[in-house]
Structure formats: structure tokens, C-alpha cells
């Protein structure tokens, strides 16, 4: 009598990822089928990323050079990428523009004031300032973690002993 090829309620998928040797693979669930944006059609995806497309081909050549910059950042960023260096400039030329662009800021944020709405996702910051909140915000967070971390050797102080 020969035995089973593979073992009863294995599939040939899961089959396949233990033969293959690699760990990752054997430990992986079996990867389902992308449905998209909540099961949509297929079609209607792709008519939605086609028309995308065109858009975008259509409005990035019309953009100065200033606004593609600063899309690709965004685009960038969005990814999870990070961005290049800038250009070297004097420090007296850095404050000046930093002033000026700081009082461009207030500006903007008392027109949103006045008009009860924002017209900017990031509070009318620069590309830099941006960048700069997000490396805050995230060392933030890991400061927060690791103090709550150091915490739990304080045993007696309010925490708790897991079967002790």
C-alpha cells in the first residue's frame, strides 16, 4: 500500500510553502486573494487607476518647478521614503527665509481662523517643519514606551505580578 502523498487536510499550498525550506514561508497563512477597496470590480479598479493616471499625467507637466518638488516629496514621504539634503546656504539667508515663511504661516493660519476651516492637511508647515514634527513625534513615542517599560520593575508601586 502506498502512504499519502501529503498529509490529510494539507494542501497543496501548504504543501508547497514547507517543501520550500524557507521559514518564513512555512509559518506564513495562506495569502488570500486581493479584493481591493472592499471587493469592488476588478474592472472598475482599474478604470478608477487608468483615469488616475491621465489626471496626473495631465496636471504634473503644468506644475512650476516649485509644485513638482514638492509633490515628489510628498509622494516620497507618503511611501515611507526619506528625503535628500537641500542646498547649502549662508545662516543669515536660512533666518531670513525662516522669518518670512514663519510670517507667511501665521498669516494663512489666522485666514483659516477667520474662515472656521483649515486649508492645509499640515498647518501650512514647510516640507522641513513637517519632517522635522514627525521625528519628534516619533522619538516622542519611543521615549513613552521605553519609560513604560523601565516602569514595570517598579513592583510594589501599583504593579502587577503576572502568576507570582
Given at each position: 500500500?502506498?502512504?499519502?502523498?501529503?498529509?490529510?487536510?494539507m494542501?497543496?499550498a501548504?504543501k508547497?510553502?514547507?517543501m520550500?525550506?524557507?521559514v518564513?514561508e512555512?509559518r506564513?497563512?495562506?495569502?488570500?486573494?486581493?479584493?481591493?477597496?472592499?471587493?469592488k470590480?476588478p474592472?472598475?479598479?482599474?478604470?478608477?487607476?487608468?483615469?488616475l493616471?491621465?489626471v496626473?499625467?495631465?496636471?504634473?507637466?503644468?506644475?512650476?518647478?516649485?509644485?513638482?518638488r514638492?509633490?515628489?516629496?510628498?509622494?516620497?514621504?507618503?511611501l515611507g521614503g526619506?528625503l535628500d539634503k537641500?542646498?547649502?546656504?549662508?545662516?543669515s539667508?536660512l533666518?531670513?527665509n525662516a522669518?518670512?515663511q514663519?510670517?507667511?504661516?501665521?498669516?494663512?493660519?489666522?485666514e483659516?481662523k477667520l474662515?472656521?476651516?483649515?486649508?492645509?492637511?499640515n498647518?501650512?508647515?514647510?516640507?522641513?517643519?513637517?519632517?522635522?514634527?514627525l521625528?519628534?513625534?516619533k522619538e516622542?513615542?519611543?521615549?513613552?514606551?521605553?519609560?513604560?517599560?523601565?516602569?514595570l520593575?517598579?513592583i510594589g508601586?501599583?504593579?502587577?505580578?503576572?502568576?507570582?
Open positions: 500500500e502506498k502512504p499519502p502523498a501529503r498529509p490529510p487536510g494542501s497543496a501548504e508547497r510553502r514547507f520550500s525550506g524557507k518564513s512555512i506564513s497563512k495562506p495569502q488570500k486573494a486581493k479584493g481591493g477597496y472592499g471587493g470590480d474592472e472598475e479598479e482599474r478604470e478608477f487607476k487608468k483615469t493616471r491621465e496626473l499625467d495631465f496636471v504634473t507637466p503644468q506644475l512650476g518647478k516649485h509644485e513638482k514638492q509633490y515628489e516629496t510628498a509622494k516620497l514621504r507618503a526619506t537641500g542646498l547649502k546656504t549662508p545662516y539667508v533666518q531670513r522669518r518670512r514663519e510670517a507667511q504661516r501665521q498669516e494663512k493660519l489666522q483659516d474662515l472656521g476651516y483649515s486649508t492645509s492637511m498647518m501650512h508647515r514647510s516640507t522641513g517643519a513637517v519632517n522635522k514634527a521625528r519628534q513625534k516622542a513615542e519611543k521615549d513613552k514606551k521605553r519609560r513604560r517599560e523601565d516602569r520593575y517598579d508601586l501599583g504593579a502587577r505580578e503576572k502568576k507570582g
